[in-house]
């Protein structure tokens, strides 16, 4: 089965801290994506990665950066958190370019106070 | 107008029903379309995959596409508590990327 990890279940933060969320996937995937979800607008995608070190942005970037170093790993960064950043991070990774077939983490559950 | 459109429910039915969920959708590109499972607190899991038109089924689950009314749906068998989750529909056009519909949220009552 494949597998894909999240770093943490649930996160506080204060507003202005950087912070990091960090997913590793077990399947060789070459395509990874970041999404958020928030109740009645669904899933949003942040930033997708089809290759190592290679990065684009989805429908909302702004305030965030990512980095994939690695071909399991791939890291969202909030450069300096705010309270609209609150909401569940989601990591997929998928064998299609286009998220067809993704398999989710577990989410990552992000308060900023 | 969104591309996907998803009634987020809840919907509620009793222990053994046979429930259908659905999503419209705008854009004729899509090609690939997907179910979602996801339950409270925990990461969409991939339900139903399938393209084009066309019928698929695994088990309780069956998974339908009028890609000429630009409509798809899920329909679940004898439906279990264990149902209870909100569904995802998902859909693609070839290299492009997922877009979702908002989620419906069921319940199954014992």
């Known amino acids: 089965d494949v597998k894909v990890t999240q770093s943490s279940r649930y996160l506080v933060k204060r507003t202005g801290e950087k912070v990091f969320l960090e997913c590793v996937q077990d399947?060789?995937?070459?395509?990874m994506f970041w999404y958020r979800q928030d109740p009645g607008l669904g899933l949003r995608l942040i930033y997708f990665?089809?290759?190592?070190?290679?990065?684009e942005k989805g429908d909302i970037p702004e305030g965030y950066s990512v980095s994939r170093e690695k071909k399991e790993r791939f890291s969202l960064i909030l450069e300096s958190a705010s309270t609209n950043q609150t909401s569940m991070y989601l990591c997929?990774?998928?064998?299609?370019?286009?998220?067809?077939?993704?398999?989710f983490g577990q989410g990552t559950r992000l308060t900023v106070v | 107008q969104k591309e996907v459109e998803q009634d987020p429910g809840p919907l509620s039915v009793p222990e053994g029903a046979i429930v259908s969920l659905n999503c419209t959708y705008s854009?004729?590109?899509?090609?690939?379309f997907m179910w979602y499972r996801q339950y409270s607190r925990k990461g969409p899991e991939l339900l139903m995959y399938?393209?084009?038109?066309g019928n698929k089924e695994d088990g309780r689950f069956t998974a339908q596409v009028d890609k000429s009314s630009k409509y798809i749906s899920l329909f679940i068998r004898d439906s279990q508590p264990s149902d209870s989750a909100t569904y995802l529909c998902?859909?693609?056009?070839?290299?492009?990327?997922?877009?979702f519909g908002a989620g419906t949220i069921l319940r199954v009552k014992s």
């Open positions: 997929a990774s998928s064998p299609h370019r286009g998220a067809t077939e993704a398999f």
């Open positions: 399947m060789d995937h070459e395509n």
């Open positions: 990665s089809y290759d190592v070190k290679m990065k």
């Open positions: 854009n004729s590109a899509f090609q690939y």
């Open positions: 399938t393209y084009s038109s």
């Open positions: 998902a859909m693609s056009g070839y290299g492009n990327k997922l877009v």
